[in-house]
């Protein structure tokens, strides 16, 4: 397994926050292994930030994987 594909096998963290100065902050994603290594990243950048809410986005890729028909149509339109 390729470093690529390693990075993509880890799930994605998505975390909305509020900064030490009150300002709301949405949207941070962040790939690690677990929530832990995802949240000490994220305080890393955010210093004594309240983290309001996480959500654990798994890279499902069946689905993001195309067949060279479906390449094909988006190709042709």
Not at 32 to 45: I, P, S, T, V
Not at 55 to 75: W, Y
């Amino acid at each position: 397994m390729n470093m690529l594909q390693s990075a993509n096998a880890l799930p994605k963290f998505s975390f909305s926050l509020k900064t030490r100065d009150g300002q709301s902050v949405d949207n941070i994603v962040i790939s690690a292994c677990n929530r832990e290594e995802a949240e000490r990243r994220l305080r890393q950048m955010y210093l004594h930030c309240e983290i309001t809410q996480c959500e654990e986005q798994r890279n499902d890729l069946d689905s993001e994987s195309m067949s060279f028909e479906d390449i094909l149509t988006l190709i042709s339109k």
